[in-house]
């Protein structure tokens, strides 16, 4: 099967790749028998079962955070084993441990759009310095509606969330420069702006005049990783799909990906595939900051949300931002280039060395190579085929390094080993291609199950890549696990390619689209993980430390329960005077000073989820009872022996009832260990 | 005595300064679900431990077999230690200075006292939290009892207790052995002035 897939290749690709959009299915069934999946075997390395082995007890080499795609979380699997660590949530609500569910976190969701409690997150990025990812923090985007993330890799959670505006599906994002002095964020869909911050009321037919594309370029604080808009290129109405940023030479450059050129507001299937070309564009991030800086951004209203978590009360607050600044590239000439790139490219990737400019065009049958130096030359020779909204267009050839022939059918994504090769994702032929940097040429080949979209290198995308392994991340699995009726789930699978040959290692089913992957290894994040947090530096304001301070007050229609959580109680566990109707608020502090001892918490008949608190922090569930009774609540976290024990009673009365507020734990003087030894 | 003799025994009476900069002793705990060991360090003037949280994590663990929860308030000698401590400095630098031998030995055999009254203090309290157990707790075993080892190590239900002296107790080690040493050496100084007395 393989020999005639690519004697077809060979032959003609574009044949070929009709033959493989047609006729996957096809041919994958051929030879699947009622049980396990086809071509089970094929590349799997004979010793890969010891290569990805992490004994019991054993740590894995790299962290690897796996977006979620359509579940807006992020998953972290440790490599090589495979093994899932931790799912974070960034733009999903979470009920597992209360995040968009509890009083502190609900505002990390708000949105100028209200609470969206929901996003589709493509591109996890980790922070870097000096070129290298560094452990420190994760951006991620949101797609949907357009935000991007800030993930603590100390806390393993969501610290901030900016929402982009202006933008409409904020794929093209995020892009961290050299050392986060812009993390960049481009629209997929180009929207008609009102230039009031929000899109303007006008007529589909009227895409060519009226739609508009904007680069965000959101500021992050060196220490801190805070998170500011700083300024927006408002750029023609194409489609902007990925983007990477230059290196060495090239650093002062971010590079996008654009389909859709043809500006076509509707069947973009088709519509979007009608040039022959679409463009890469090319920007110069530092002289557009300096454009920014020296005046030529225009200000136009806008209306944003920006949440932070604050780190010492664990509550989220959100700003709203109303204006935003914005350059127009007809005004910042050598600002904005455009290459023309093959129709519909996907992944724009610069090699180490900051020269290249690899460019995965999904539909086209080579893949090009720009050259950093010759576009310098270019620019300096004026090399121009005319312009769009006053962005100089290059000629192809002027600009052209060299073109990758018959790599495979659908490039989508390449990233480097350091050592001279890329290797490119082929989403139509399922398999990975190693080529070398040097004189373009094929050198291997490995089938990946099925349609692979992204694919990554631990730092593969960053001046030092580390090329031990790759991670091809599959959007069809079909029959390569047990069946799980029609939703299946999709899959990585981890490949060595420290060798000439890529050696299959191991495949593992993930945690909803694994879209886009980063790593980095164990060491330069393991040593910060935070194992708790600090009881005495707790500001949220109703917290409380000490068993003694536990408090139930009135405050009209709210009633405040104060409590604690403690191996194996809560104080109080006894509550009564509270009423039908009423809002009762339940903050809850972990008072534990141990690591790995969260205690959950779950309240009977709650119509938002539970809440883990971790040691030291305060969480707030809040709940309306409809229904006089006593109602039982618990700690929802397996915390010690007598777990199943630490539990408590609420008791509504009626509407108006005098039943006063009263609470208590125990009976007698008891041994508590929470009153007698916190501070 | 001669004036090393003076300036030995001062090193032996600041060595019990180590008090105040090293815990006494050690009570680590290990057991399955803490591989990373609990540690409980008993020093001069407070009861703490590895992290800020270990006496709390003691306390949590011990209620569930009905221990009394431990925390400095409830021990008085942590408050006279210190000053006892003092005065075996201060008394320690004026015998030096005094350079009489009678007073070194007398200092000595006080400061073997004082440190055996108070391993002995210690283990006192090691018994009665051991042993006075709640009769409310969640886990009783009949017939057990949970008196930590005062020295080397003992299975305590899934804890592995090993209990060692530590810095400050090494402080009070070293300032007896430095003053028996001063009392040793300075015996020919006597000697030769008891000749030149019989001489005369």
């Known amino acids: ?679 | 005595m001669k004036a090393y003799h003076k300036v030995l025994m001062m090193i032996a009476s600041l060595s019990l300064g180590l008090l105040f900069l090293f815990p006494m002793w050690k009570i680590y705990l290990k057991a399955p679900q803490y591989p990373e060991g609990l540690e409980m360090h008993i020093w001069v003037n407070k009861i703490a431990g590895d992290t800020e949280g270990a006496i709390q994590n003691f306390n949590i663990l011990n209620h569930y077999i009905g221990m009394e929860p431990i925390h400095a308030d409830s021990f008085a000698e942590l408050k006279i230690m210190p000053y006892i401590v003092i005065f075996f400095m201060v008394t320690g630098i004026v015998v030096a200075l005094l350079g009489k031998r009678k007073l070194v030995l007398s200092w000595t055999v006080l400061l073997m006292i004082g440190g055996a009254v108070g391993i002995a203090d210690f283990y006192l309290w090691l018994v009665k939290f051991g042993t006075n157990l709640d009769p409310t707790a969640p886990i009783k075993v009949p017939g057990m009892t949970y008196v930590p080892p005062l020295f080397g190590n003992k299975t305590l239900l899934n804890f592995e207790a090993l209990s060692l002296p530590a810095w400050g107790s090494f402080g009070i080690f070293l300032a007896i052995l430095l003053a028996a040493l001063v009392y040793f050496f300075s015996r020919n100084t006597v000697q030769a002035k008891a000749t030149k007395k019989v001489l005369a």
């Open chain 1, 1 to 679: 099967m393989k020999s005639i897939f690519t004697t077809l290749k060979k032959a003609a690709p574009a044949a070929a790749f009709t033959l493989a959009m047609a006729g996957g299915a096809a041919l994958q069934s051929c030879s699947s028998g009622p049980g396990e999946g086809s071509a089970t075997a094929a590349g799997v390395a004979s010793d890969a079962a010891q290569a990805v082995y992490v004994a019991p007890g054993k740590h894995d080499e790299y962290y690897s955070f796996l977006s979620g795609g359509f579940n807006g979380q992020m998953s972290v699997y440790g490599l090589p084993s495979g093994r899932l660590l931790k799912i974070m949530p960034v733009f999903t609500q979470h009920a597992e441990n209360g995040y968009g569910y509890s009083e502190e976190s609900k505002a990390m969701l708000m949105t100028s759009h209200g609470f969206v409690p929901w996003d589709d997150l493509h591109h996890p990025k980790l922070s870097r310095t000096n070129g290298m990812t560094d452990g420190r923090w994760l951006f991620a985007n949101g797609n949907n509606t357009p935000r991007v993330a800030r993930v603590d890799l100390s806390t393993f959670e969501t610290v901030e969330i900016m929402e982009i505006p202006n933008s409409a599906g904020n794929h093209c994002s995020p892009y961290p420069t050299d050392n986060n002095e812009y993390v960049i964020a481009g629209t997929r869909f180009s929207v008609p702006l009102d230039m009031k911050g929000g899109t303007a009321d006008v007529s589909m037919d009227e895409y060519k005049d009226k739609f508009r594309g904007s680069i965000s370029f959101i500021k992050v604080d060196p220490e801190k990783g805070d998170m500011d808009l700083d300024f927006q290129i408002l750029v023609p109405g194409f489609d902007y799909d990925l983007a990477n940023g230059g290196k060495g030479p090239s650093s002062d450059w971010v590079f996008f990906t654009t389909y859709n050129t043809e500006r076509s507001g509707t069947l973009k299937e088709l519509g979007a595939s009608q040039n022959d070309r679409d463009y890469l564009a090319a920007v110069n991030w530092k002289l557009a900051a300096k454009y920014a800086a020296e005046g030529k951004a225009k200000e136009m209203p806008a209306y944003y949300y920006h949440n932070k978590m604050d780190k010492d009360s664990h509550i989220a607050k959100s700003t709203i931002k109303k204006s935003v600044r914005y350059l127009l590239p007809e005004d910042c000439p050598g600002m904005m280039y455009l290459i023309p790139a093959p129709k519909s490219p996907h992944g724009i990737d610069v090699d180490p060395s900051g020269e290249h400019m690899v460019v995965s065009g999904k539909l086209a049958a080579t893949i090009p190579v720009f050259s950093f130096s010759k576009m310098q030359d270019a620019i300096k020779n004026k090399e121009f085929d005319g312009e769009i909204n006053g962005i100089p267009v290059f000629k192809y050839e002027s600009v052209l390094k060299a073109e990758v022939k018959e790599p495979g059918l659908g490039p989508l994504h390449t990233e480097f080993d350091g050592k001279g090769n890329a290797y490119t994702s082929m989403f139509v032929s399922s398999e990975i291609v190693k080529w070398k940097l040097s004189d373009f040429t094929v050198v291997d080949r490995m089938p990946v199950y099925y349609s692979v979209g992204h694919l990554m290198i631990p730092g593969g995308d960053t001046h030092t890549p580390d090329g031990k392994y790759l991670v091809a991340m599959n959007k069809i699995t079909k029959d390569r696990y047990l069946p799980t009726g029609p939703e299946l789930s999709h899959s990585a699978q981890l490949i060595d390619i420290s060798g000439e040959k890529m050696r299959m290692l191991l495949d593992f089913p993930t945690v909803a689209e694994p879209h886009y992957a980063q790593a980095i290894k164990a060491e330069k994040v393991a040593p910060n993980s935070v194992k708790f947090y600090d009881l005495a530096k707790n500001k949220h304001p109703h917290a409380v430390k000490k068993e003694a301070d536990a408090s139930v007050t009135r405050e009209g229609n709210v009633v405040r329960v104060k409590m604690t959580a403690i191996r194996s109680h809560m104080t109080p566990d006894n509550i009564e005077g509270v009423q039908v109707g009423d809002t009762v608020l339940f903050h809850v502090t972990n008072l534990e000073q141990d690591w790995d001892v969260p205690h959950g918490f779950a309240v009977m008949g709650a119509n938002n989820a539970e809440t883990l608190i971790m040691p030291g922090a305060t969480q707030t569930l809040k709940w309306v009872p409809k229904k006089e009774g006593v109602y039982p609540f618990y700690c929802t976290d397996f915390c010690s022996a007598l777990h199943q024990e630490m539990q408590g009673y609420i008791r509504v009365s009626p509407k108006g009832s005098k039943t006063p507020i009263a609470f208590s734990t125990g009976k007698k003087k008891q041994n508590i260990p929470g009153t007698a030894s916190a501070k």
